[in-house]
């Protein structure tokens, strides 16, 4: 994986809390990125990380997320910043594709560092319950050669209410 820099990052402090929010417009290596973060984060007694990929089954070929760029990092970053007032937390990372994808590329990272584990989980399915249902990016899947809008499913949506 080639080193890349990040234009659409933010980087910013909650209190005495750390978020890394990216959104990337090019592949990632989740373990690097895993592995960065948790160094970073050694005064934490746990870290938890989600990683979304594209899957490979069911015919699909491809997957692309668009955005619209005024709100999409505006809107990550007060994601990031919800969840870290409402947890107690070391760290936050949030790394989320946006393009063109194949099976097994990464979509999304999500990690968060607490001292203590139940709220890094917490934080973790929060996030990402928020970026499955309630984001900024559309996505389609491409199979068979043709391409088809994907919605959140209803589970999605009863994900994200349990948070209300």
Not at 81 to 87: H, I, Q, V
Not at 120 to 135: G, I, P, V
Request: charged share 25%; glycine share 8%.
């Amino acid at each position: 994986m080639r080193a890349m820099s990040w234009p659409s990052c933010r980087r910013f402090r909650v209190a005495d809390m750390a978020a890394d929010v990216r959104l990337a417009l090019e592949p990632f290596d989740p373990a690097a990125e895993l592995s960065r973060f948790t160094a970073a984060n050694l005064s934490a007694g746990g870290v938890v990380s989600f990683l979304g990929q594209v899957r490979n089954g069911d015919g699909v070929e491809a997957l692309e997320l668009s955005h619209y760029a005024p709100l999409t990092l505006p809107g990550m970053q007060a994601l990031a910043a919800e969840a870290l007032t409402r947890w107690s937390l070391e760290g936050l990372l949030i790394i989320h594709r946006a393009g063109i994808m194949v099976p097994g590329d990464a979509i999304v990272l999500v990690a968060a560092a607490a001292r203590h584990r139940r709220d890094a989980f917490a934080a973790t399915d929060f996030a990402m319950d928020h970026l499955k249902s309630e984001s900024w990016f559309w996505k389609r899947e491409k199979v068979g050669g043709l391409w088809r809008w994907i919605e959140p499913r209803g589970e999605d949506h009863e994900d994200l209410a349990r948070w209300v």
